[in-house]
């Protein structure tokens, strides 16, 4: 079993900026691909960007040039630093962890961020 938690969500203005992180218990494989995805109210979860045990990085359109994802493979945590932020931008933040990308894998409990005036 691999638990995640996520952390740093939280109400920022427009513009704003926030780091959200996820420290994960352990890696069952030594590829892993680990991602943020989110969900809007109504909406369904979505990706976000995901990151490799290779450092391949992916992102989705709508947040290229002002998200990034990184990692700290000897602390087993991943990180998003969201710039630039818009309300679109406004969900909850879920981790997730999987050992290929045909797998499920594992989620955290899911972290919120607010963006509003």
């Known amino acids: 079993q691999v638990q995640l938690v996520e952390s740093g969500g939280g109400l920022v203005q427009p513009g704003g900026s926030l780091r959200l992180s996820c420290a994960v218990s352990r890696s069952t494989s030594t590829f892993y691909i680990r991602g943020w995805y989110r969900q809007a109210p109504g909406k369904q979860r979505e990706l976000v960007a995901t990151?490799?045990?290779?450092?391949?990085?992916n992102y989705a359109d709508s947040v290229k040039g002002r998200f990034s994802i990184s990692r700290d493979g000897a602390k087993n945590i991943v990180y998003l630093q969201m710039n630039s932020l818009k309300p679109e931008d406004t969900a909850v933040y879920y981790c997730n962890h999987r050992r290929s990308w045909g797998a499920t894998g594992y989620w955290g409990q899911g972290t919120q961020v607010t963006v509003s005036s």
């Open positions: 990151i490799t045990s290779t450092d391949s990085t």
